[in-house]
């Protein structure tokens, strides 16, 4: 099983947040609706990563509109740190790309192998 990137969380998060406020319930439902389930981060993964992008200043909270439901936006700060984070992700999905290829080659799936390559090749261009 593959597990998910470390860093995944903070990256979606303020991705997500740089489009539209959400609160962490929002933003966990859009996690798993973009990832097709594959992926479902907790609460306490979902409240952790929003308190400590709030701390350091890369989110705002915004006004309570329905009771208690506190909802979020990027801020122009969050905007920079997007900025940085995304091209580490690239290189990250590179190096993922790598070993994936290196997994399907051992597990007798050269043709999965190429594949992944292939689209390495078009992302590194």
Same mark, same amino acid.
């Given at each position: 099983m593959?597990?998910v990137?470390k ?5 979606a998060?303020?991705k997500l ?7 962490g319930t929002?933003l966990?439902e ?5 990832t097709d389930?594959?992926w479902n ?7 952790l ?5 709030l701390e350091?200043g890369?989110?705002?909270e915004?006004?309570k509109?329905?009771g208690?439901?506190r909802?979020?936006?990027?801020s ?9 984070? *995304?091209?580490?992700?690239? !290189? =990250?999905?590179? $190096?993922?790309l790598s070993?994936? @290829?290196?997994?399907? *080659?051992?597990?007798?799936r !050269? =043709?999965?192998? $190429?594949?992944i390559?292939?689209? @390495?090749d078009?992302?590194s261009k």
């Amino acid at each position: 099983m593959i597990g998910v990137p470390k860093g995944l969380l903070r990256l979606a998060a303020l991705k997500l947040l740089s489009s539209s406020s959400l609160s962490g319930t929002d933003l966990a439902e859009q996690i798993s609706r973009i990832t097709d389930g594959q992926w479902n981060p907790g609460p306490g993964s979902v409240y952790l990563i929003l308190g400590e992008l709030l701390e350091k200043g890369f989110i705002t909270e915004l006004a309570k509109r329905e009771g208690n439901v506190r909802r979020y936006i990027v801020s122009g700060k969050g905007k920079e740190e997007l900025k940085r984070i *995304s091209g580490q992700a690239e !290189e =990250d999905v590179l $190096r993922q790309l790598s070993l994936l @290829a290196a997994y399907s *080659s051992l597990s007798g799936r !050269e =043709d999965i192998q $190429r594949k992944i390559l292939s689209a @390495a090749d078009g992302i590194s261009k």
